[in-house]
């Protein structure tokens, strides 16, 4: 966040310095700005927040692809004359462990139809969900930790 309030004042500077005050060389001060701090990343030791964001978008699309994928399994469901559904609770060990990424990841698999996210354990090591169909418990772990948890990680460490 920091980063991206430096940005802003440079691209502030440049409109100030430039004496042009249109959007368009505000943009463009904002794009230099980004480019001069991204020349220097090593010296100010983060991340860039413009990477960040993209790993933030790639997160998002990730999760609206999910979203639509497990809506159409759960109308297949739904729809199949003779469902055979196995509902059930299974635990799922986490490897994020910043309040901000469980909540997160709960929330994202609540989101997602078919899954609800029931309870954290006390050490917060541990997240119970409830499937619709938890006849495969591993592969339920197994596409968590490899789509949900692990754009999370990616995103925000």
Same mark, same amino acid.
């Given at each position: 966040m920091t980063l991206y309030l430096i940005n802003l004042v440079l691209a502030l500077v440049w409109v100030t310095v430039t004496g042009s005050f249109s959007l368009v060389n505000l943009i463009f001060g904002f794009v230099l700005g980004g480019f001069a701090l991204y020349l220097i990343r090593e010296q100010v030791g983060t991340v860039g927040y413009i990477s960040r964001g993209y790993r933030i978008a790639v997160l998002a699309l990730f999760f609206f692809k999910e979203l639509i994928l497990? &809506?159409?399994? $759960?109308? $297949?469901?739904?729809?199949?004359?003779?469902?055979?559904? =196995? +509902?059930? !609770? @299974?635990?799922?060990?986490? =490897?994020?462990?910043?309040? @901000?990424?469980?909540?997160?990841? &709960?929330?994202?698999?609540?989101?997602?139809?078919?899954?609800?996210? $029931?309870?954290?354990?006390?050490?917060?090591?541990?997240?119970? $969900?409830? &499937?619709?169909?938890?006849?495969? +418990?591993?592969?339920?772990? &197994?596409? !968590?930790?490899?789509? @949900?948890?692990?754009?999370?990680?990616?995103?925000?460490?």
């Open positions: 497990s &809506a159409w399994r $759960v109308l $297949v469901l739904v729809l199949s004359p003779r469902p055979d559904l =196995k +509902p059930g !609770i @299974f635990a799922y060990r986490l =490897k994020v462990d910043r309040d @901000f990424e469980i909540t997160l990841l &709960a929330n994202m698999i609540t989101l997602t139809p078919g899954t609800l996210s $029931v309870d954290v354990s006390e050490d917060r090591s541990t997240l119970y $969900v409830h &499937a619709i169909d938890c006849s495969d +418990p591993e592969a339920a772990r &197994a596409d !968590i930790a490899g789509g @949900f948890e692990r754009k999370i990680l990616e995103a925000f460490r």
